[in-house]
């Protein structure tokens, strides 16, 4: 491979480099092992195990490019952005160059997709601990990421009050007696916290009714 130019771009790191022979194509330092590309020269050949590094660096930069294009609409998880860019027929070899990078420069982080996931799931579901650690752990997110992300969730959001939420929306759709206590449990309250919230409903009922009474 002979080169034509080679030049800096405007996203932070990237050369843009064209051969004699082929489509120009995009690389950067952190792709290359063997070759610095400040020292590449217009009329310069690489052939051999270093042309090999600039066609692996020009994929694995065409993968970055196309990650942060799913980064820029919404956090990923690398399970995630791995399941989207291998959909999309890159190499695994080259997804993972280019998540380790951005993973690096902390563009990419489970952590940080875990807590947007955990808000934006707030929103339409009333959730515990348990089932929100099995949809985390589902989407590929290390348990101790998963763990972290929760409890710094409950730190801001009351976990009776979602626990509340969910009892009051499962009785307003018909759910009574064992039937109330499983979709509890399966929506990942402890049975103590249901049993908490159950008796409060019950007081609430039992203070209705007195007024009622008294009317």
Known sequence: M??????ETSYQGMFK????????????QEYLASVELESVLPGEEFSG????QFLDAGLASAVELKAVEYLARAEQSRFGLTRKLTEKKYARQHIDMALDFLE????LSDERFSRAWLNSRRINHFEGRTKLLAELMGRGINKDVACGAI???FTENDETEICHCAYKRFVEKGKTDQKLIVA?????????MIKEVSQMFEEVDEMSEEVSQNV
């Open 17 to 28: 480099i064209a051969a004699e022979s082929g489509a120009a194509f995009f690389v950067r």
């Open 49 to 52: 195990e270093q042309e090999e």
């Open 151 to 153: 409890d710094d969730f």
């Open 184 to 192: 509890m449990l399966n929506a990942g309250f402890t049975y103590k």
């Open 2 to 7: 002979v080169i034509k130019s080679i030049a």
């Open 104 to 107: 690096q420069k902390n563009y």
